[in-house]
């Protein structure tokens, strides 16, 4: 019994760090554009996160956890945010080819993660020394009473603040794009951008902001492997393969944020699987690791055997609109 | 009383560099009342619309809607003054319902009220009499479904002057009538409509007046109760011009290709073909003439083995060889059977040649096969792209200029010049000089009259009617994928071919008892 209820908690952990990246991903997605940057992204969010809460930490001799909190959130924010608009730049005003910039942005993101992750480890005085534990000790908290309750209590609320905020981020989401006025808009400018341009809506507009507010959601994501996951410390390329797993799960979530929910939890059980299954070696390990993306390709086959429109990705998913083109 | 017209246009002028598509032309449409405008293919009649919906703004004239007069500089400055326009190709998004599709992008409330919007759908629908479920998703819909999608969407944004632009083309008998109805109820209701046709029939059946325009020059409007089929046929295709064009008679013509009874039916299930049948002669050029979309690019497409086609055969005799049918084969196929059929399309830079890449490039694109077992040979057509400029004067930097850089009349030479060299037994080409100079224009004559003269059977699909009489020797006049007659073109009018284009009219021969047979 308590190993289920540790392999469940352990499950929306590494779930919630995806189910951000796949949030994000889903909403650029919504507007046509294909941000294969999103590790990148998840990077710049956590390490922007981490440098905020850490010299903050340094700066100051009693920390306040709140302040800290604060800061580290909004670095996390701008950080995924400014990788958003280095995307839309590239691809929506200068026209670059979609795969190529996103693919820069990931290995500029992982790049310059490593690259500050080593110089607050110089600057603390060795790898692995980094701590913001006042920080992070805010992102962990659980919530009180609730967390409490027998059984429910472990498997429901026994998680930090950005675990909830991923799923109402979620339902949000959903909501903005299936019920109001705005997410008609962007579903129509990532289906059809000519369409959308003739009845009057501003579809450069609408990319840039869906792209980098989907940055700044997929550097939350970062921010939560650092704060709640990591406990507020920093090991190099220890995020890694999350941010392709987040966009593998926008695939399998048929870019509908609820799917992510649940399919991140699945997809965090099954990255986590190998640990619980006994007299496993280190190659039969790798096999488990591989399950994620062997669900993705098996949805991928499914949908495309059903060939039912709405499963498909934004029919402009990719491409350039650019109004004088015929 | 002057704001008793809608929407009155005064000397519009609109030109596309030297090209002048609309020449000081005058509209007016009451309201309550059906205006049809007609014209020939490129007459002007898409441009002078676009300038009145706001896609294009006219270099000369003014626009008055209900007497004042407006600017109107994009589609968002036509909405408000309540015009709306239902292009030929609809602008819907699939995985939408109509009803998403009909509220997009409309200011509202943030939450979106599906149920209200489909209500006040389906008031609007039942007013004027439309069919429409607010809730089926675009992509589950017909043709005819979406065109009604498309004009529901103005009217729920509150349009009271309509064009629709070809409307019918896509349209079946069944479903132009219920169209039609609704149009009518839309009159009777105070609205104006323009509709945009080159159907003589349908605008004596459903308009009230007709404008005429004539190669982008405004020819007159007519009360269509003293319209005539006659009379409309006259304005439409304009006094006879004479073209200085070459006509050497045929030396000796072959049977080439003899093409029976083909029916194609494209994808969307509309028979675009109908057992169309006609044979073609080496050593003269058969004209195709017909309204855009009559089943020309069919023709040519299936004969090229582009197309599929439902039935028919066609027979291809080579010179001192026997005869092959080439009903079944691909384009491929053919081509590896050594037999010599060359087709200029009419997307140059799309079917025909390859933008981005330089002449030798394009020019492989008939030879990679040759050459080596693995590197290609690019010495023989380097040598051959730099012969075509020499002997075409293609205006060009060198051979290896990108050929999407070139203007279109030496575009055209690029790909003339390569479907010529591989020396033809058939040559195909449609609408030959669309977008050329008259300088270019005479070129590309002169090049298939050498064609001819070496006893290449050419077909050549045109719109311009006087070119075709004074260039080709036959002419086949084809009117919703039916073959309506051959005539000789010599001795053809304007009028005549302009009754054949549009069903109503006789003359001419059917293939069977073909009396412009060369002897």
Same mark, same amino acid.
């Not at chain 2, 490039?361 to 080596?372: E, H, L, V």
């Not at chain 2, 311009?464 to 006049?477: G, N, Q």
């Not at chain 2, 009028?495 to 054949?500: A, W």
């Given at each position: 019994? +308590? %190993?289920?209820?540790? #392999?469940?908690?352990? $499950?929306? +952990?590494?779930?919630?760090?995806? &189910?951000?990246? $796949?949030? =994000?991903?889903?909403? %650029?997605?919504?507007?046509?554009?294909?941000?294969?940057?999103?590790?990148?992204?998840?990077?710049? +969010? =956590?390490?922007?996160?981490?440098?905020?809460?850490?010299?903050?930490?340094?700066?100051?001799?009693?920390?306040?956890?709140?302040?800290? #909190?604060?800061?580290?959130?909004?670095?996390?924010?701008?950080?995924?945010? &400014? =990788?958003?608009?280095?995307?839309?730049?590239?691809? %929506?005003?200068?026209?670059?080819n979609q795969n190529v910039s996103g693919l820069a942005l990931t290995t500029f993101g992982v790049g310059l993660g490593n690259f500050f992750g080593g110089s607050l480890s110089s600057l603390s005085g060795g790898v692995g020394q980094i701590s913001v534990a006042t920080t992070a000790s805010a992102y962990r908290t659980k919530l009180p009473l609730l967390s409490d309750v027998p059984l429910l209590g472990p498997i429901l609320f026994n998680y930090g603040i950005l675990t909830y905020f991923a799923i109402a981020l979620s339902i949000v989401m959903a909501w903005y794009l299936n019920r109001t006025r705005q997410g008609l808009c962007l579903r129509a400018v990532g289906e059809s951008p000519a369409t959308a341009d003739a009845a009057g809506i501003n579809v450069s507009l609408y990319k840039y902001l869906a792209t980098c507010i989907g940055g700044a959601i997929a550097g939350l994501g970062g921010l939560y492997f650092v704060m709640e996951y990591s406990g507020g410390t920093w090991t190099n390329n220890g995020f890694g393969d999350r941010g392709w797993l987040a966009i593998a799960l926008v695939i399998f979530a048929r870019w509908r944020p609820m799917n992510a929910v649940w399919?991140?939890?699945? #997809?965090?059980?099954?990255?986590?699987?190998?640990?619980?299954?006994?007299?496993?070696?280190?190659?039969?390990?790798?096999?488990?690791?591989?399950?994620?993306?062997?669900?993705?390709?098996?949805?991928?086959?499914? %949908?495309?055997?059903?060939?039912?429109?709405?499963d498909q990705p934004p029919e402009s998913l990719g491409l350039h609109y650019f109004r004088e083109e015929r | 009383m002057r704001d008793a017209y809608a929407i009155e246009l005064r000397n519009i002028t609109k030109r596309f560099g030297k090209v002048v598509a609309n020449d000081g032309v005058n509209l007016s449409v009451r309201r309550g009342e059906i205006l049809a405008v007609l014209g020939e293919n490129g007459s002007g009649k898409t441009t002078l619309m676009n300038v009145i919906s706001g896609i294009y703004y006219p270099d000369e004239g003014q626009i008055f809607v209900h007497g004042e007069e407006v600017t109107i500089r994009s589609p968002k400055d036509a909405f408000p003054l309540g015009i709306g326009m239902i292009h030929q190709h609809f602008k819907l998004v699939d995985v939408l319902t109509a009803a998403e599709n009909i509220v997009l992008g409309l200011e509202g409330p943030t939450k979106l009220d599906i149920p209200a919007v489909a209500t006040r759908i389906s008031e609007l629908a039942d007013k004027y009499g439309f069919e429409i479920d607010p809730n089926k998703k675009i992509y589950e819909m017909s043709v005819s479904e979406k065109q009604t999608v498309e004009i529901m969407k103005m009217l729920y944004r509150g349009a009271n002057i309509l064009i629709l632009d070809e409307p019918t083309a896509v349209l079946t008998p069944q479903e132009t009538d219920a169209l039609f109805a609704v149009l009518r109820n839309m009159r009777d209701a105070g609205n104006a409509v323009i509709i945009i046709t080159h159907k003589l029939n349908e605008v004596l059946a459903l308009s009230d007046r007709?404008?005429?325009?004539?190669?982008?020059?405004? *020819?007159?409007?007519?009360?269509?109760?003293?319209?005539?089929?006659? !009379?409309?046929?006259?304005?439409?295709?304009?006094?006879?011009?004479?073209?200085?064009?070459?006509?050497?008679?045929? *030396?000796?013509?072959?049977?080439?290709?003899?093409?029976?009874?083909?029916?194609? *039916?494209?994808?969307?299930?509309?028979?675009?073909?109908?057992? @169309? !049948?006609?044979?073609?002669?080496?050593?003269?050029?058969?004209?195709? @003439?017909?309204?855009?979309?009559?089943?020309?690019?069919?023709?040519l497409e299936s004969i090229a083995g582009l197309t599929p086609k439902e039935?028919?055969?066609?027979?291809?005799?080579?010179?001192?060889?026997?005869?092959?049918?080439?009903?079944?084969?691909?384009?491929?196929?053919?081509?590896?059977?050594?037999?010599?059929?060359?087709? *200029?399309?009419?997307?140059?830079?799309?079917?025909?040649?390859?933008?981005?890449m330089d002449m030798i490039?394009?020019?492989?694109?008939?030879?990679?096969?040759?050459?080596?077992f693995f590197w290609a040979d690019r010495r023989s057509p380097r040598t051959l792209a730099e012969h075509v400029i020499g002997t075409l004067e293609i205006d060009t930097p060198g051979v290896t200029t990108p050929v999407g850089k070139l203007s279109g009349g030496n575009v055209q030479k690029v790909l003339v010049g390569r479907e010529i060299a591989s020396a033809p037994t058939v040559l195909m080409v449609a609408y030959p000089v669309r977008g050329l100079d008259i300088n270019s224009a005479y070129t590309i004559y002169a090049l298939l009259n050498v064609q001819k003269m070496r006893g290449v059977a050419v077909m050549c699909v045109?719109?311009?009617?006087?070119?075709?009489? @004074?260039?080709?020797?036959?002419?086949?006049?084809?009117?919703?994928?039916?073959?309506a007659g051959i005539v000789d073109a010599r001795?053809?009018?304007?009028?005549?071919?302009?009754?054949?284009?549009?069903?109503?009219?006789?003359?001419?021969?059917?293939?069977?008892?073909?009396?412009?047979?060369p002897a």
């Open positions: 019994m +308590g %190993t289920i209820v540790i #392999f469940i908690q352990k $499950a929306i +952990g590494q779930g919630m760090c995806i &189910l951000f990246g $796949a949030d =994000g991903e889903i909403l %650029t997605e919504k507007s046509g554009n294909l941000n294969l940057g999103v590790p990148g992204m998840m990077y710049m +969010g =956590g390490i922007a996160g981490l440098a905020a809460a850490f010299l903050y930490e340094r700066a100051v001799g009693a920390p306040s956890a709140f302040v800290g #909190f604060l800061l580290s959130f909004l670095a996390a924010v701008l950080a995924g945010a &400014l =990788g958003g608009l280095i995307y839309s730049v590239l691809t %929506t005003s200068l026209r670059a399919g991140s939890i699945l #997809f965090g059980a099954l990255y986590i699987l190998y640990l619980y299954i006994p007299g496993l070696g280190r190659s039969s390990q790798e096999i488990f690791k591989m399950l994620p993306y062997i669900v993705t390709i098996v949805v991928l086959i499914l %949908t495309s055997l059903r060939r039912k429109k709405e | 007709v404008s005429v325009l004539h190669k982008g020059k405004y *020819v007159g409007t007519v009360e269509t109760k003293d319209a005539t089929v006659e !009379s409309l046929t006259e304005m439409m295709v304009g006094t006879k011009v004479t073209l200085d064009i070459d006509r050497p008679d045929p *030396v000796d013509p072959q049977v080439r290709l003899v093409v029976k009874e083909i029916t194609c *039916v494209n994808k969307e299930g509309v028979t675009t073909l109908d057992h @169309a !049948s006609f044979t073609a002669y080496g050593g003269e050029i058969l004209g195709i @003439a017909g309204v855009a979309g009559s089943g020309q690019k069919e023709l039935s028919g055969e066609i027979d291809f005799y080579p010179p001192d060889q026997p005869m092959q049918e080439i009903s079944k084969l691909s384009a491929v196929e053919i081509s590896r059977l050594g037999i010599k059929l060359s087709f *200029v399309p009419e997307d140059r830079l799309g079917m025909g040649l390859v933008g981005p490039d394009n020019m492989m694109i008939r030879s990679y096969r040759k050459g080596g045109g719109e311009d009617l006087d070119v075709l009489l @004074a260039l080709c020797d036959r002419i086949l006049v084809l009117c919703d994928g039916r073959v001795t053809a009018t304007k009028e005549q071919i302009g009754l054949m284009m549009t069903h109503t009219g006789k003359g001419g021969y059917r293939d069977g008892e073909d009396e412009t047979r």
